[in-house]
Nanobody, 116 residues
Framework: QVRLVESGGGLVQPGGSLRLSCAAS?????????LGWYRQAAGKQRELVATITSDGKINYADFVKGRFTISRDNAKNTVFLQMNTLKPEDTAVYLCNGLQGTLFYWGQGTQVTVSS
């Protein structure tokens, strides 16, 4: 069964950058119609950050436009989220999501903390 595994989270100062990775194991990212990143801050609902479809269409939440970039490397079987100009309000657990037909696959999440 395919698994999505995130990495790259950590503690960063405001204005800093992080690059998150989501690797698919037990399968390829080609099986997913859409891959994306969501986040969930403590006490808040999960929210969409960015998605990329199998044919390369990209969608961003308004609050990350111009700061975050989603991309995929098919050869590495990985989807990335480059996060620049991070703000304290970006602090959350970031989760990778894969949509295959009507099935959702989730990674375990990686913590991103933006603090001075």
């Amino acid at each position: 069964q395919v698994r999505l595994v995130e990495s790259g989270g950590g503690l960063v100062q405001p204005g800093g950058s992080l690059r998150l990775s989501c690797a698919a194991s037990g399968g390829t990212i080609f099986r997913f119609n859409r891959l994306g990143w969501y986040r969930q801050a403590a006490g808040k609902q999960r929210e969409l950050v960015a998605t990329i479809t199998s044919d390369g269409k990209i969608n961003y939440a308004d609050f990350v436009k111009g700061r975050f970039t989603i991309s995929r490397d098919n050869a590495k079987n990985t989807v990335f989220l480059q996060m620049n100009t991070l703000k304290p309000e970006d602090t959350a657990v970031y989760l990778c999501n894969g949509l295959q037909g009507t099935l959702f696959y989730w990674g375990q999440g990686t913590q991103v903390t933006v603090s001075s």
